[in-house]
């Protein structure tokens, strides 16, 4: 059957490639560097599973110190690039908009690949949505390379550039996961939710709301992750207060306070995946760029939920 | 309450822009110690989710072609495209695509788009180029601000279109969390309450969109086209 361990494999070796490719590069001193660091990486993909935790744990902490003592390193790509612009002033004129083929090809398999993948009996169904992703992007990869006339190791070599550009970032969202595991062990969310309801003045249904919506936006951006402040909040303040007190409705409180938590999402850099890996994918020097171009609409859609909440909760 | 010093850390850590990836692991093993683990446990705990989260970097598969595209051209052709379309702004073409993530979002299609499949080979080249079109080359830093706008659409749309979709994560966790606390309510009568919130969305963030257009005219002389008097 195949399940998330065989994408895991296919990732595992990809980042393998890069840890060689990054081996080769004379024009980066510090070479050793990263070709530990993505083989690490590889390692936690490829055995991931047959791995104690504990020696798992250890790698993932390695992988943290090397790229916190900055000591990872970057090839010189000025030659790469000369090289690269003249081929691309050819490719494009000689397949026009069919370039955007294999790039439309991910999103359209992916999707045609949740629907029809369902009720296969050979792969994990839990799992249906990832290994259509993955199942797009083999694709497309296979298309472009037999429309591109181009060899994958070029592929391969090209992309882990970018790859070396995202650096450590890739590794941010799995260490927040983490962290956020280690909250809920440690009661974290219960700390915070019992501090919420001392400090709170139960009288007024108004401050209620505003607490509640607010809270989730904090709590979220605090956590990196509506779905973990959700639960707290909403037990905290949510139900005991906003429904079983004031009999609000439960429906538009776990609405809007989703989408309030998701205002929060917007302004944290705890929320990688969204915020940070975004920001060095597109090779942004500012890795806050997307949140400062986010948290204006953040705050004001906050105040809307707000509002709607004050104002729909107590009502139907 | 000394278990909150793993949030006191994430906080001054980020604040005083240390290694991200160093604070988080730092705020983790002291969140850990001050919750009474001993060491050991610590590690295995971040070894454990790190191994379960692998799925979060199956994102980066999508590199190889990119990356081969890009070589053969897909952004000069991202741009050659646009370029065709005399009304295109870098705004217009942003809250296109606002439009379209929001709205193919809200029928569950979550998986039309995102940073690496979308934005970084189509959306933010097209957007780069339709103000190039407009106003010249533009400095390094506003090109940018357009890249980091693009990114931002992406997550808006499809944050505040997705909850109107029933069988999404987020609205089956409020679901199943209301259904904990003996509290029934069927998906429909949750998704619908997304609705305001989605529509305040689009025309708080296409407005933001219109002023950036406005801020980049006014900042950036416009060629004048021959055809164009």
């Not at chain 1, 990872?72 to 370039?99: M, S, Y």
């Not at chain 2, 730092?26 to 683990?37: F, I, K, M, P, Q």
């Not at chain 2, 400095?139 to 944050?159: C, H, T, Y």
């Not at chain 2, 998906?187 to 689009?202: C, D, E, F, K, R």
Request: charge should be positive; aromatic fraction near 8%; glycine fraction near 8%.
């Amino acid at each position: 059957m195949i399940g998330l361990e065989a994408l895991y494999t296919i990732a595992g070796l990809m980042f393998a490639a890069f840890a060689l490719f990054n081996l080769t590069d004379r024009t980066n001193p510090r070479r050793v560097v990263n070709f530990a660091f993505w083989m690490i990486y590889a390692a936690t993909f490829l055995f991931g599973a047959m791995l104690p935790h504990f020696v798992t744990g250890c790698l993932a902490i390695t992988l943290a110190l090397t790229a916190g003592s900055g000591k990872l390193g970057r090839g010189k790509t000025e030659e790469r690039r000369a090289t690269a612009l003249e081929r691309r002033d050819v490719g494009a004129p000689r397949l026009g908009n069919r370039l955007f083929l294999p790039a439309l090809l991910i999103p359209a398999v992916t999707l045609a690949g949740t629907f029809a993948l369902k009720h296969a009996s050979f792969i994990d169904t839990k799992s249906v949505t990832l290994i259509s992703l993955v199942l797009g992007t083999l694709v497309a990869f296979g298309v472009a390379l037999v429309m591109l006339r181009d060899s994958p190791v070029h592929g391969l070599r090209e992309a882990r550039y970018t790859m070396d550009a995202v650096g450590w970032a890739a590794i941010l969202p799995q260490m927040l996961a983490a962290l956020g595991a280690l909250f809920a062990v440690a009661g974290v969310g219960g700390v915070v939710s019992g501090l919420v309801t001392t400090w709170m003045p139960v009288d007024s249904p108004i401050a209620i709301v505003v607490a509640y919506t607010v809270g989730m936006a904090l709590f979220t951006m605090i956590m990196g992750n509506a779905f973990a402040a959700f639960p707290v909040m909403t037990a905290g303040i949510g139900l005991p207060l906003i429904v079983h007190q004031f009999h609000g409705n439960p429906a538009i409180l776990g609405a809007i306070g989703m989408l309030s938590g998701f205002c929060g999402t917007l302004m944290t850099p705890m929320a990688a995946n969204f915020n940070i890996v975004p920001a060095a994918l597109l090779e942004l020097k500012d890795k806050n760029g997307v949140i400062k171009a986010q948290w204006p609409t953040a705050l004001l859609l906050l105040v809307v939920n707000t509002v709607l909440m004050a104002v729909l909760v107590f009502r139907y | 309450m000394l278990v909150l010093i793993g949030v006191a850390i994430v906080v001054i850590g980020f604040a005083l822009r240390f290694n991200a990836l160093l604070v988080v692991t730092v705020a983790g093993l002291a969140t850990g110690l001050a919750g009474g683990l001993n060491l050991v446990d610590i590690v295995s705990a971040f070894g454990k989710a790190f191994t379960e989260n692998r799925y979060m970097g199956l994102i980066w598969l999508t590199l190889p072609v990119i990356a081969l595209l890009e070589r053969n051209g897909l952004k000069e052709q991202a741009r050659r495209m646009i370029g065709r379309v005399r009304a295109a702004t870098a705004g217009r073409v942003l809250m296109l695509y606002f439009v379209i993530r929001q709205v193919t979002a809200a029928v569950g299609l979550t998986s039309l788009g995102g940073h690496a499949q979308m934005v970084r080979p189509l959306i933010a080249p097209m957007a780069e180029a339709a103000a190039a079109n407009r106003h010249g080359e533009l400095p390094e830093a506003v090109r940018q601000q357009i890249r980091a706008n693009a990114s931002a659409v992406d997550n808006i749309a499809v944050f505040f279109g997705e909850d109107i979709f029933i069988a999404i994560q987020s609205i089956l966790l409020i679901k199943g969390f209301l259904e904990q606390n003996g509290i029934i309510v069927e998906p429909l009568q949750v998704s619908v309450w997304a609705i305001p919130t989605a529509i305040a969305a689009l025309l708080i963030h296409c407005t933001r969109l219109a002023l950036f257009d406005r801020r980049l005219a006014r900042n950036f002389a416009t060629p004048v086209h021959k055809d164009s008097r």
